[in-house]
T-cell receptor, first 112, second 117 residues
């Protein structure tokens, strides 16, 4: 049973456009929702994270929107750049960070 | 380089052979995780350690898999009698649990890719 469902599987965006990736979860015990960015041949790296006590968190061009009642959260990349081309994973964990459940990933291609 | 390092980066083996992967975490991190990632999928939890104690193992981890972190520093993941279905990227991550430095962030290594022929 997949704990975190992610969509779309792939995304093509023009340079300067907005990239939006969505995730949904079932377990209401989840307390921490990070997004990881992975480049080919590299391990995932934390991009931005949110806890359910806020509905939005912004860091530079990256914003997480969180809807607790719908059990959904999304990543928005504003002014997308070719350097943002990577695979993005949403994840969820309980407060003790003992186990992270990752989505299946979204491969983003930002065209110049 | 003070990041998480994994060795070897790529291992090709024949079915039935044993393989061992090593992970050296960030030195001050007390938690160490092993994840498995197959092509087109997200990382899948295998097990994690807090210091030298293995606190949780995935039900997906068969008896052929064993992990150790003998002195709370580096860790090894051994796969016995490898099968073709074991072919994947094995990712190690470390984190700092507890205290003000605990942000929940996982620091991943670049992974060890296993190919079972």
């Amino acid at each position: 049973q997949q704990q975190v469902k992610q969509s779309p599987q792939s995304l093509i965006v023009q340079k300067g456009g907005i990239s939006i990736i969505n995730c949904a979860y079932e377990n209401t015990a989840f307390d921490y929702f990070p997004w990881y960015q992975q480049f080919p041949g590299k391990g995932p790296a934390l991009l931005i994270a949110i806890r359910p006590d806020v509905s939005e968190k912004k860091e530079g061009r990256f914003t997480i929107s969180f809807n607790k009642s719908a059990k959904q959260f999304s990543l928005h990349i504003m002014d997308s750049q070719p350097g943002d081309s990577a695979t993005y994973f949403c994840a969820a964990s309980r407060y003790n960070f003992n186990k992270f459940y990752f989505g299946s990933g979204t491969k983003l291609n930002v065209k110049p | 380089d003070t990041g998480v390092s994994q060795d070897p980066r790529h291992k090709i083996t024949k079915r039935g052979q044993n393989v061992t992967f090593r992970c050296d975490p960030i030195s001050e991190h007390n938690r160490l995780y092993w994840y498995r990632q197959t092509l087109g999928q997200g990382p899948e939890f295998l097990t994690y350690f807090q210091n030298e104690a293995q606190l949780e193992k995935s039900r997906l981890l068969s008896d052929r898999f064993s992990a150790e972190r003998p002195k709370g520093s580096f860790s090894t993941l051994e796969i016995q009698r490898t099968e073709q279905g074991d072919s994947a990227m094995y990712l190690c991550a470390s984190s700092l649990w507890g205290g003000q430095g605990d942000t929940g962030e996982l620091f991943f290594g670049e992974g060890s890719r296993l190919t079972v022929l």
